[in-house]
T-cell receptor, first 117, second 115 residues
Framework: EAGVAQSPRYKIIEKRQSVAFWCNPI?????LYWYQQILGQGPKLLIQ????????DSQLPKDRFSAERLKGVDSTLKIQPAKLEDSAVYLC???????????????FGPGTRLTVL | AQSVAQPEDQVNVAEGNPLTVKCTYS??????LFWYVQYPNRGLQFLLK??????LVKGSYGFEAEFNKSQTSFHLKKPSALVSDSALYFC?????????????FGSGTRLQVQP
């Protein structure tokens, strides 16, 4: 079974530039997550999709971050404009659809390491 | 709000010795608890989870964890450490009583197993 795919693996940009990350989840996984992992910290959820709808974006800095999952499969995360503090690894994860009181394991992609200069 | 604490930034253990990586949590209801491992330049890999039932859960690669409700802990253990176990370990929690399905992660503990 193919895992979660992400691209690019590495990206270096200057502050105020724009950047986009792409994620293709495991086939059949209805739920997709984007996490931000700053060096020395655990991953922090940015946004969660169920199919093509947003379930939780409470921690997404909406003034500069946006994400979409138009066809309910792959997803893009964009930062515009980037700040120095956005330097982090951006992880995408997917899982089968789960209910409120059930849990389906999240499978993580390798991540995109973003450096903002 | 749900939260997780991993009090040790790093744990050092000799190969063949038992290891413990500590985790405590805070949720309003009954927690779902997880351990993930992260190797360099690779994504997080699921090790084990506690949802309900037996307090001792067994996972991948010989790891196990014990859920202790009174101490709000979920420590990761292995009877005999291997050098290949050296990696970054994350504890995570989800409170199924809330509408939030995503995980809240701790800050991670680096495990170093010396040969």
């Amino acid at each position: 079974e193919a895992g979660v795919a992400q691209s690019p693996r590495y990206k270096i940009i200057e502050k105020r530039q724009s950047v986009a990350f792409w994620c293709n989840p495991i086939s059949g996984h209805a739920t997709l997550y984007w996490y931000q992992q700053i060096l020395g910290q655990g991953p922090k959820l940015l946004i969660q999709f169920q199919n093509n709808g947003v379930v939780d974006d409470s921690q997404l800095p909406k003034d500069r971050f946006s994400a979409e999952r138009l066809k309910g499969v792959d997803s893009t995360l964009k930062i515009q404009p980037a700040k120095l503090e956005d330097s982090a690894v951006y992880l995408c994860a997917s899982s089968l659809r789960g209910g409120r009181s059930t849990y389906n394991e999240q499978f993580f992609g390798p991540g995109t390491r973003l450096t903002v200069l | 709000a749900q939260s997780v604490a991993q009090p040790e930034d790093q744990v050092n253990v000799a190969e063949g010795n038992p290891l413990t990586v500590k985790c405590t949590y805070s949720v309003s209801g009954n927690p779902y608890l997880f351990w993930y491992v992260q190797y360099p330049n690779r994504g997080l890999q699921f090790l084990l989870k506690y949802i309900t039932g037996d307090n001792l859960v067994k996972g991948s690669y010989g790891f196990e964890a014990e859920f202790n409700k009174s101490q709000t802990s979920f420590h990761l253990k292995k009877p005999s450490a291997l050098v290949s176990d050296s990696a970054l370990y994350f504890c995570a929690v989800r409170d199924p009583g809330t509408g939030r399905r995503a995980l809240t992660f701790g800050s991670g503990t680096r495990l170093q197993v010396q040969p």
